[in-house]
């Protein structure tokens, strides 16, 4: 089976003006969803990260999922990984089309407005009642999530709706930009992260790391067997 390496590449780019899946009302409400999920403030949030483009990408097929080596177009899959992945994407499509009708549905039955027209604590209580979980309190870069141990998954295998654009909202937010979301590298600016100018620049090693590693310390240290095989005389 050839490794990712050897697939094709197919000449396509995010349309970061167009859809690919999501209906206008679709669209809409996506926007306002994400914006709540992650909202801005005195930084950018996920609407203007351009996160609905990530996921109305991600969610259009197989066209979008691997990225080239270089950022300079995406990769073909084919045979059984195509199959696989036709699925994964046609299960997540379900997912979110039932779930935007419910939350439309939750919207209307409750104050008789689309969710989309609705404000933001307006929005905020139906998606509490939506997830069945209370709105989280405001975490700082500085502090570390309760929730931290939950939000580490990148599957969205299986997901219900809100914990699939949960998730999908995070990767569209922190991405590299050649998925569509991360728009002018928002994300990465609001957590300092310089980040690679492309993925080419990780490629040819324009861009490194090496600048933020300790360079000088005692594996010894770093690793306690070492010490005591050295106590040992080992």
């Known amino acids: 089976m050839a490794s990712k390496a050897d697939w094709p590449k197919v000449n396509i780019s995010i349309d970061k003006d167009g859809r690919k899946f999501f209906t206008q009302h679709e669209w809409e409400t996506m926007e306002a969803l994400v914006a709540r999920i992650y909202p801005a403030d005195h930084q950018p949030g996920a609407r203007e990260a351009g996160v609905t483009t990530f996921i109305d990408h991600y969610l259009s097929g197989i066209d979008y999922i691997y990225a080239t080596a270089d950022g300079s177009g995406f990769m073909e899959i084919s045979g059984k990984h195509a199959d696989s992945w036709r699925s994964r994407v046609s299960n997540m499509q379900r997912t979110y089309r039932a779930g935007l009708r419910q939350l439309d549905a939750l919207a209307k039955e409750n104050f008789d407005k689309d969710f989309k027209d609705l404000g933001e604590r307006v929005q905020d209580g139906i998606l509490e009642v939506l997830s069945g979980e209370p709105k989280p309190e405001s975490v700082s870069l500085q502090q570390t999530s309760p929730m931290s141990s939950a939000l580490q998954g990148v599957s969205d295998q299986g997901m219900p709706f809100f914990d699939a ?48 590693f300790v360079q000088e310390y005692d594996w010894e240290e770093l690793i306690p067997h070492l010490k005591q095989v050295k106590q040992n005389g080992g």
């Open 165 to 212: 654009v949960s998730l999908h909202t995070r990767q569209g937010m922190f991405c590299d930009p050649v998925y569509g979301g991360n728009r002018d590298r928002i994300g990465w600016d609001v957590i300092g992260f310089p980040g690679p100018k492309s993925l080419k620049d990780t490629r040819d090693c324009t861009y490194s790391v090496k600048e933020y």
